[in-house]
């Protein structure tokens, strides 16, 4: 008996996000489908690859080395799925700009990929603030960028969404607020707050509290995605913030759970700008079909959601 390619997506995303729910979230899923593909993956595996807990899975080691048995097989399913768009010829370069959170938490992944896809390709990268990326845009100090679209607005820039990734509230393990059947920014309130500001997370997230008769406790505001992440999961407070950053375990392995705000707050939108009006090289061509075919082509519906 053979493993089949929809088990692998199951248990990755169980696997990174920690918990079936979440994983059937973002899946598009009932949690019924991931829990009996992840039950017939370790039957054909004869092995446990999860430890069941209250608060969710957490990874045998068996579990976490065939996690990277399981990335390998998707980019490779995934890269022989290029292959009618491939032109391994191509030459040239291709400057792009990318913010901090792009840059940290999706972009690298996707520039190994084409260099694989595209070994002539020589792309240099530049991690900038959105000002400095949308001025060096406009004076053609870069092809294009990947940026929080969601932040911008200049007319004398194109705009190509990627994905939608939904911001929800980051709890420490075990958080009253978990067993709330829908908290809303009342509850969230009466806690206290762990303020990103990186990437104008701070500007973003005033500006739905001020839609709303409540404010934040802000305890600690701070630029670095780890401090937010270790803070939550010790009990110093809880944050709303976008299912891209978000991780399981802080650094000290302490567990971090996350709650659907359903609607309260606006996700946070990725994508592609250039300069409007500015004649689209081969080079960006080929960058954006690749996210085009790697997102938004019918074929990546589910790719889509399992990758906010």
């Known amino acids: 008996m053979a493993f089949s390619f929809r088990q692998l997506k199951y248990f990755v995303a169980t696997a990174e996000t920690g918990q079936v729910s979440q994983a059937a979230i973002q899946l598009c899923i009932t949690q019924s489908a991931v829990t009996a593909a992840i039950r017939q993956l370790e039957e054909v595996l004869a092995t446990s690859l999860f430890v069941r807990h209250p608060q969710g899975m957490v990874l045998t080691d068996c579990g976490r080395r065939f996690l990277g048995h399981a990335y390998e097989i998707m980019a490779n399913v995934e890269e022989a799925m290029l292959l009618g768009k491939r032109d391994g010829d191509f030459a040239g370069r291709l400057t792009v700009a990318a913010s901090y959170t792009v840059m940290g938490y999706f972009l690298p992944a996707h520039v190994c990929r084409l260099s694989a896809l595209y070994p002539q390709l020589r792309i240099e990268l530049f991690e900038l603030s959105r000002e400095d990326i949308e001025a060096g845009l406009l004076r ?19 705009l190509e969404p990627i994905i939608s990734s939904p911001r929800r509230l980051w709890l420490p393990a075990q958080h009253p607020l978990l067993s709330h059947p829908a908290p809303d920014l009342q509850d969230i309130a009466e806690q206290p707050y762990i303020m990103l500001t990186v990437d104008e997370a701070e500007q973003t997230t005033w500006r739905y509290w001020q839609q709303s008769p409540w404010q934040p406790q802000v305890r600690v505001r701070t630029s670095s995605v780890e401090a937010v992440r270790s803070m939550v999961a010790n009990g110093s407070g809880v944050s709303i ?30 994508g592609l700008a250039w300069k409007a009006g500015s004649e689209i090289s081969p080079a960006i061509a080929l960058f954006r079909d690749y996210f085009r075919q790697q997102f938004m082509s019918p074929a990546s519906s589910q790719r889509s959601a399992a990758a906010r």
């Open 140 to 158: 053609q100090d870069f092809d294009v960028a990947v940026l929080l679209t969601s932040n911008v607005d200049n007319p004398a820039l194109r």
């Open 241 to 270: 913030l976008s299912d891209m950053v978000f991780r399981p375990w802080s650094l000290e392995g302490r567990r971090i759970e996350t709650v659907s705000l359903h609607g309260l707050v606006p996700p946070m939108t990725l």
